[in-house]
Nanobody
Framework: QVQFVESGGGSVQPGGSLRLSCVVS????????MAWYRQAPGKRREWVGQ???????NYATSVKGRFAIFRDNAKNTMYLQMNSLKPDDTAVYYC???????WGQGTQVTVSS
């Protein structure tokens, strides 16, 4: 059974930074594409970005240049470095593998002054 445990969320002021972590069990991330999604209150879950095993990365236009995905295959952990945070980045963030077998509990990010 594949499980995702997200952490690292919190409250930050606009312009601040956070690093989210996603520990994966039951699947080796080195063999799969990995992605981050987020869901803001009252909105649908949206794709944030993804990292493929060959090193290629893609990001949503809204976060490009501000967010970056990192992998530590030895720890089977994926990270999302978020810089220059904006209030619109407020959401619950989830990680996923591609294809995705399920969702973790997510981690809340709140950007507010």
């Amino acid at each position: 059974q594949v499980q995702f445990v997200e952490s690292g969320g919190g409250s930050v002021q606009p312009g601040g930074s956070l690093r989210l972590s996603c520990v994966v069990s039951g699947r080796s991330i080195s063999m799969y594409g990995m992605a981050w999604y987020r869901q803001a209150p009252g909105k649908r879950r949206e794709w944030v970005g993804q990292s493929m095993p060959n090193g290629s990365e893609n990001y949503a236009t809204s976060v490009k240049g501000r967010f970056a995905i990192f992998r530590d295959n030895a720890k089977n952990t994926m990270y999302l470095q978020m810089n220059s945070l904006k209030p619109d980045d407020t959401a619950v963030y989830y990680c996923a593998s591609l294809p995705n077998p399920g969702w973790g509990q997510g981690t809340q990010v709140t950007v507010s002054s």
